[in-house]
């Protein structure tokens, strides 16, 4: 028996660059961090010179003893980690959790059941498929990974924008991502998943089939990551302080609602501005118009069956309709910092969803207990070690005392002889917790069953919910779906593939299954739709107004324009969070005197993705630049805000946009009414009533 702790006791302290109580990067400081004005080497030696390698005469050679430039260069040659195997492509903002105190009845996890708690949070938006540098606007999942640095520990959300995931067993994931990622021989095509390999696997692994239809839906193409729901994905099990049991979803409400790109938006995108959902994120948070998610949970008796309405809730292909059980709000997320260094921060961050505080536990879901597994793993290659937990982005914000020791990048400068448990020699510490403090205490449950590689027969359905989706969107939402079946499903080569797919949106909705086969030229197979609701919670359109703060309107301007009129507009757009940017012929300045506008873009860098809506200034240029024409014909095209004040609507008239088509706002001057309808048209996200035409057009 090790002797029982003396009151003096204190545990062998655990050195870190900022010790126990660090506050994260933004507010602590690192007396490692760069310091001083002289530049020196890695050791602190001050140098003259690091422009010139030491050579024998101007002409050289190099000499060998040059270790400053060995020493500049070998740290240069090894500034790469591994990308991560998936999601590698991302963005990371800092932030704050704030608990309502809702939660207090389901949960003793202080991070959700205090009411008024503040938690600070770094969360990572990131694509799936893609490499580090690919574009931020092809179509795939989205990862929305929350670090919450509670005073219990950190617990980690590593959810997605959709709620559901293409397999249900954790051993599938390698063929998953396989399938997905660039054909092995010739690593193409880059974060897409319209190819072969992919249309392969998903339709002959047909428990993919929800998950697909959200990514060939408007969700797969977000507008931004301010603008997009997030999803826990899995059930977890909340345990309050009596150890009672509920099972739980966890949702994030983007304030904003959700929205997102036209197809065509996201293409030019990827092209014109690879960075976009980077830079709006980024942008964003500069301009102070901080994204805000609330917290939900929907809540589910903890029974035997591990089911709700008939629903398996351990079965990761499948949601639980709103309609059956309510988004509960139990808190707010607000993202107000920037990370001060990408590599630092973003790209090392390494969540785990192994990370759960006490009152936040696992379920059975097969799919999570291999990701339990599988994120510590990933960090062992890409972070280089097993104390990753003491990079700063990963370091706990409450007190650490683990009598782990040594390894690869060990940053603790560890004190005592006694890193093990029981010990007198340390006089015992660092000492268990009693329940009511610790985590990973599960509460009892009995386990049994037959060893084997099975699955629960529920896990057979995996075509009623794929039904559900679609036939709970509305009709311009199925219509993009069937665009994006038409268009993925014409990437392909094989025609095997193509009629294997057919087969599958059989089974999802006659109507999507005729109009892809009729764009694919094939003969659509006969209707084979299995029973199923709807839940017109899915819904992306909605008829309330959303918050238009971080949206951007370009005005087209030019050396004769009406800078007052700008001016206005401005006035009232700020007033909202939203800003406005001017664009004209050349850079520079528009006006002189007290009355001058300073040029935002150019015709040459401005193009319509960059802005929610357009308009065009009285006294904008008449002479027809074809520049001007595109972006103002594109924004159309894309159902955005269209506007004109003065003789601007004779620009409009250029691009073939007339004052009565839906979504075109005209006045005389830039006064209070144009700037209203602006706003009041910005807030619907686009003018969908203008479908009709552009369908039928070719604008
Ligand atoms: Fe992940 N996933 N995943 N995943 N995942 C990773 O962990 C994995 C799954 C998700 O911004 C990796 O640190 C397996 C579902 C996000 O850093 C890796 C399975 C969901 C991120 C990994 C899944 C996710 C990852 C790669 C099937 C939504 C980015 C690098 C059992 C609920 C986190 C890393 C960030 C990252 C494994 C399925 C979300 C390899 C084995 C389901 C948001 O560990």
């Given at each position: 028996?090790?002797?029982a702790?003396?009151?003096?006791?204190?545990?062998?302290?655990?050195?870190?660059?900022?010790?126990?109580?660090?506050?994260?990067?933004?507010t602590?400081?690192?007396?490692?961090?760069?310091?001083?004005?002289?530049?020196?080497t890695p050791?602190?030696?001050?140098?003259?010179?690091s422009?010139?390698?030491?050579?024998?005469g101007?002409?050289?050679p190099?000499?060998?003893?040059d270790?400053?430039?060995?020493?500049?260069?070998?740290?240069?040659?090894?500034?790469r980690?591994?990308?991560?195997?998936?999601?590698?492509?991302?963005a990371?903002a800092?932030?704050?959790?704030?608990?309502?105190?809702?939660?207090a009845?389901?949960t003793?996890?202080?991070?959700?059941?205090?009411?008024?708690?503040?938690?600070?949070?770094f969360?990572?938006?990131?694509?799936?498929?893609?490499?580090?540098g690919?574009?931020?606007?092809?179509?795939?999942t989205?990862?929305?990974?929350?670090?919450?640095?509670?005073?219990?520990?950190?617990w980690?959300?590593?959810?997605?924008?959709?709620?559901?995931?293409?397999?249900?067993?954790?051993?599938?994931?390698?063929?998953?991502?396989?399938?997905?990622?660039?054909?092995?021989?010739?690593?193409?095509?880059?974060?897409?998943?319209?190819h072969?390999?992919?249309?392969?696997?998903v339709?002959?692994?047909?428990?993919a089939?929800?998950?697909?239809i959200?990514?060939?839906?408007?969700?797969?193409?977000?507008?931004?990551?301010r603008?997009?729901?997030?999803?826990?994905?899995?059930?977890?099990?909340?345990?309050?302080?009596?150890?009672?049991?509920?099972?739980?979803?966890?949702?994030?409400?983007?304030?904003?609602?959700?929205?997102?790109?036209?197809?065509?938006?996201?293409?030019?995108?990827?092209?014109?501005?690879?960075?976009?959902?980077?830079?709006?994120?980024?942008?964003?948070?500069?301009?102070?118009a901080?994204?805000?998610?609330?917290?939900g949970?929907?809540?589910?008796?903890?029974?035997?069956?591990?089911?709700?309405?008939?629903?398996?809730?351990?079965d990761?292909t499948?949601?639980?309709?709103?309609e059956?059980?309510?988004?509960?709000?139990?808190g707010?997320?607000?993202?107000n910092?920037?990370?001060?260094?990408?590599?630092?921060?973003?790209?090392?961050?390494?969540?785990?969803?192994?990370?759960?505080?006490?009152?936040?536990?696992?379920?059975?879901?097969?799919?999570?207990?291999?990701?339990?597994?599988?994120?510590?793993?990933?960090?062992?290659?890409?972070?280089?070690?097993?104390?990753?937990?003491?990079?700063?982005?990963?370091?706990?914000h409450?007190?650490?005392?683990?009598?782990?020791?040594?390894g690869?990048?060990?940053?603790?400068?560890?004190?005592?002889?006694?890193?093990?448990?029981?010990?007198?020699?340390d006089?015992?510490?660092?000492?268990?917790?009693?329940?009511?403090?610790?985590?990973?205490?599960n509460?009892?449950?009995?386990?049994?069953?037959?060893?084997?590689?099975?699955?629960?027969?529920?896990?057979?359905?995996?075509?009623?919910?794929?039904?559900?989706?679609y036939?709970?969107?509305?009709?311009i939402?199925?219509?993009?779906i069937?665009?994006?079946?038409?268009?993925?499903?014409?990437?392909?080569?094989?025609?095997a593939?193509?009629?294997?797919?057919?087969?599958?949106?059989?089974?999802?909705?006659?109507?999507?299954?005729?109009?892809?086969?009729?764009?694919?030229?094939?003969p659509?197979?006969?209707?084979?739709?299995?029973a199923?609701?709807?839940?017109?919670?899915?819904?992306q359109?909605?008829p309330?107004?959303?918050?238009?703060?971080?949206?951007?309107?370009?005005?087209?301007?030019?050396?004769?324009?009406?800078?007052?009129?700008?001016?206005t507009?401005?006035t009232a757009?700020?007033?909202?969070?939203?800003?406005?940017?001017v664009?004209?012929p050349?850079?520079?300045?528009?006006?002189?005197?007290r009355?001058?506008?300073?040029?935002d873009r150019?015709?040459?860098?401005?193009?319509?993705?960059?802005?929610?809506?357009?308009?065009v200034?009285?006294?904008?240029?008449?002479?027809?630049?074809?520049?001007?024409?595109?972006?103002?014909?594109?924004?159309?095209?894309?159902?955005?805000?269209?506007?004109?004040?003065?003789?601007?609507?004779?620009?409009?008239?250029d691009?073939?946009?007339?004052p009565?088509?839906?979504?075109v706002l005209?006045?005389?001057?830039?006064?209070?009414?144009?700037?209203?309808?602006?706003?009041?048209?910005?807030?619907?996200?686009?003018a969908?009533?203008?479908?009709?035409?552009?369908?039928?057009?070719?604008?």
């Amino acid at each position: 028996m090790p002797p029982a702790r003396r009151p003096d006791q204190k545990a062998p302290g655990t050195f870190s660059p900022t010790g126990v109580g660090y506050e994260g990067p933004r507010t602590g400081r690192d007396p490692r961090e760069q310091s001083g004005d002289a530049l020196t080497t890695p050791n602190g030696v001050r140098i003259p010179d690091s422009d010139h390698s030491l050579k024998a005469g101007p002409r050289g050679p190099v000499l060998l003893e040059d270790f400053h430039l060995r020493e500049k260069i070998m740290h240069f040659d090894h500034e790469r980690i591994p990308e991560r195997v998936v999601h590698a492509r991302g963005a990371g903002a800092h932030g704050v959790f704030t608990a309502t105190g809702a939660a207090a009845k389901v949960t003793r996890a202080a991070v959700l059941a205090e009411k008024g708690l503040q938690t600070p949070v770094f969360v990572r938006f990131s694509t799936v498929l893609g490499s580090r540098g690919s574009a931020d606007t092809v179509r795939d999942t989205r990862g929305f990974a929350t670090k919450f640095y509670t005073k219990e520990g950190t617990w980690d959300l590593v959810g997605n924008n959709m709620p559901v995931f293409f397999i249900q067993d954790a051993i599938k994931f390698p063929d998953i991502i396989h399938a997905g990622k660039p054909h092995p021989d010739v690593e193409i095509p880059q974060a897409q998943s319209a190819h072969d390999t992919f249309w392969d696997f998903v339709t002959l692994h047909t428990e993919a089939t929800h998950h697909t239809i959200w990514n060939m839906s408007d969700r797969g193409i977000p507008r931004s990551y301010r603008t997009m729901e997030g999803f826990g994905v899995h059930t977890f099990r909340l345990v309050d302080a009596d150890r009672n049991t509920v099972l739980v979803k966890f949702h994030w409400k983007p304030r904003l609602g959700v929205h997102s790109l036209t197809w065509e938006e996201a293409q030019i995108a990827a092209g014109v501005d690879p960075d976009f959902h980077r830079r709006d994120l980024y942008e964003a948070i500069e301009a102070g118009a901080f994204p805000e998610w609330d917290l939900g949970i929907q809540v589910f008796p903890d029974t035997p069956e591990e089911t709700f309405e008939g629903i398996d809730l351990l079965d990761p292909t499948k949601i639980v309709p709103e309609e059956l059980a309510p988004v509960q709000v139990i808190g707010t997320l607000v993202l107000n910092g920037n990370p001060t260094n990408f590599f630092a921060e973003t790209e090392q961050v390494a969540f785990h969803t192994g990370h759960l505080v006490p009152g936040i536990e696992s379920t059975n879901d097969p799919l999570l207990q291999g990701r339990n597994f599988s994120y510590l793993d990933t960090q062992l290659t890409r972070l280089g070690g097993p104390n990753f937990t003491q990079i700063p982005i990963n370091r706990p914000h409450a007190p650490v005392n683990d009598n782990t020791r040594d390894g690869f990048h060990q940053h603790a400068v560890h004190t005592g002889q006694a890193p093990y448990t029981p010990n007198s020699v340390d006089d015992g510490a660092p000492f268990p917790s009693e329940w009511a403090d610790a985590g990973y205490v599960n509460v009892p449950r009995a386990v049994s069953g037959e060893v084997g590689r099975t699955a629960p027969a529920s896990f057979d359905d995996h075509f009623s919910q794929a039904a559900l989706f679609y036939a709970s969107l509305t009709s311009i939402e199925q219509q993009h779906i069937a665009d994006a079946y038409t268009f993925e499903l014409g990437k392909c080569y094989e025609q095997a593939i193509k009629e294997r797919a057919l087969t599958v949106l059989a089974r999802i909705d006659a109507q999507l299954c005729t109009t892809v086969a009729a764009g694919l030229g094939l003969p659509a197979p006969a209707p084979e739709v299995p029973a199923h609701g709807e839940s017109p919670a899915l819904r992306q359109i909605k008829p309330t107004p959303f918050p238009i703060a971080g949206r951007k309107v370009g005005v087209v301007a030019g050396p004769g324009a009406d800078l007052a009129g700008i001016g206005t507009l401005r006035t009232a757009l700020e007033a909202q969070g939203a800003q406005l940017l001017v664009i004209a012929p050349h850079g520079g300045q528009l006006g002189s005197g007290r009355t001058v506008e300073i040029v935002d873009r150019t015709f040459a860098t401005g193009r319509s993705i960059e802005f929610d809506a357009l308009v065009v200034a009285d006294g904008a240029p008449k002479d027809g630049d074809f520049r001007a024409i595109v972006m103002l014909q594109e924004a159309f095209r894309h159902l955005k805000a269209i506007g004109a004040w003065g003789d601007g609507v004779e620009v409009l008239a250029d691009a073939g946009i007339e004052p009565d088509y839906p979504g075109v706002l005209t006045g005389r001057n830039a006064n209070a009414k144009l700037a209203a309808g602006l706003v009041a048209a910005l807030g619907t996200h686009r003018a969908w009533d203008r479908t009709p035409l552009i369908a039928a057009s070719m604008i």
